[in-house]
């Protein structure tokens, strides 16, 4: 709805249309409060309610264009929004900030994130969960990190090197480096490049001697992120290529390809026999992707030429035909996205991702929080965000 709202890529009725649509939100209390702190202060995911008021914000101002509808709505989103707000002001809205200092942060902050726990800020001893002040603290604290995060996503994209001691810095990463944490940060921090994240995953050489495998660990505890359980052979290898963009040296992409193969076997014993079946069929279906997808091949492979390639390769025997034909049809119909989308794939929800979220969604972490106490110390944060941009759109189009 924000895509369309934005009204690049849309008619003007459909974007006068959307804006209507977030216009009834804004005037939601609960859609408000709930959003900010289920979304905006949750580093994984989006910024729904900033992104709302940085939509409104600009929609409202005329660019070279007379005084219509879309400006006249987005400045009644925003005030909309400031009404909202008025209305719920109780007890605890006009708290201070919390400060934060490097170092006061969440405790082996990736892993939890990866395996769906909720991160505890270092220092934390309280484990009631209706203790509302912990809570309260938490989440900003949450939101505070989320800023800083987006920074050293930044300096890693541009720098790798920087950007892990940006984190060291932080206390967001160990000193030294260990492979484990360095795995689940690529897995789980947003914005990272997904061409920087297959980049160092294909790495093993380094300049001293007694880490020369350290990348290749970090390989392997990054795979090991993943769950396959119960998942299909193509949507369980969408997943995983999407996470990163497959590095250009065949012995690279040997290795990842490898790493994947062993992980999927453990958790899948189906129809393939062996973490080497399993290696040799996924580089046959990235093999057949880069054909089936690939312009400047003409002689396009035919399914016959896919069963040949696989002939033999499930220990000695051949895979079902069935499987195979459901497996090259997948592959053929839709592509498997291996070019790099953008800081963390922004914007692509492909089928392999939606089941990840599925699975994400019933752990502890993808679980809404619904709280009758203590949102009320949002609104001053919220506020702080929506009140700038609107007195601009009110100076403007009144």
Request: proline share 4%; net charge negative.
């Amino acid at each position: 709805m924000l895509r369309i709202a934005e009204g690049k890529s849309s008619t003007y009725e459909q974007q006068e249309a959307a804006l209507e649509g977030i216009l009834d939100l804004c005037h939601q209390a609960r859609f408000i409060r709930d959003s900010y702190a289920n979304l905006d202060c949750r580093i994984e995911r989006s910024n729904v309610f900033e992104d709302i008021c940085a939509l409104l914000s600009k929609t409202a101002f005329p660019v070279n264009c007379p005084l219509r509808s879309v400006h006249l709505i987005s400045l009644e989103g925003l005030l909309a929004v400031l009404n909202t707000l008025s209305s719920m002001i109780g007890p605890g809205a006009g708290e201070e900030d919390v400060v934060m200092e490097a170092g006061q942060y969440y405790a082996d902050l990736w892993s939890a994130l990866v395996e769906g726990r909720e991160p505890r800020p270092e220092g934390s001893t309280s484990s009631t969960p209706d203790d509302v002040t912990a809570w309260v603290k938490a989440v900003r604290s949450e939101k505070y990190l989320k800023g800083r995060l987006n920074i050293a996503a930044d300096h890693f994209n541009r720098d790798p090197k920087k950007g892990f001691h940006f984190l060291q810095t932080y206390k967001l990463l160990p000193d030294p480096l260990e492979a484990k944490a360095v795995a689940c940060f690529l897995r789980a921090c947003p914005g990272l490049h997904k061409k920087i994240i297959g980049t160092l995953l294909g790495e093993v050489h380094l300049k001293s001697k007694d880490k020369d495998n350290f990348y290749l660990e970090v390989l392997q505890q990054f795979t090991d992120t993943f769950d396959f359980t119960g998942m299909k052979f193509d949507g369980a290898l969408r997943l995983f290529l999407e996470s990163f963009q497959l590095p250009g040296e065949a012995q690279k992409i040997d290795r990842i390809v490898n790493c994947f193969g062993t992980r999927y076997y453990q958790q899948n014993t189906t129809v393939l026999r062996s973490a080497d079946a399993t290696y040799v069929l996924a580089y046959s279906v990235i093999m057949l992707n880069t054909d089936a997808h690939n312009d400047q091949v003409k002689q396009k492979m035919t399914l016959e030429q896919f069963k040949r390639n696989n002939r033999g390769i499930n220990d000695g025997e051949s895979l079902p035909d069935d499987f195979q034909e459901e497996l090259y049809n997948s592959i053929v119909s839709n592509a498997i996205k291996l070019q790099d989308s953008g800081p963390g794939g922004a914007g692509v929800m492909s089928a392999a991702r939606w089941a990840d979220l599925r699975r994400a969604s019933l752990l502890p972490r993808g679980q809404l929080t619904r709280r009758g106490k203590g949102v009320e110390a949002f609104d001053r944060d919220m506020f702080c965000l929506i009140w700038g941009p609107t007195v601009a759109a009110v100076s403007v189009v009144l």
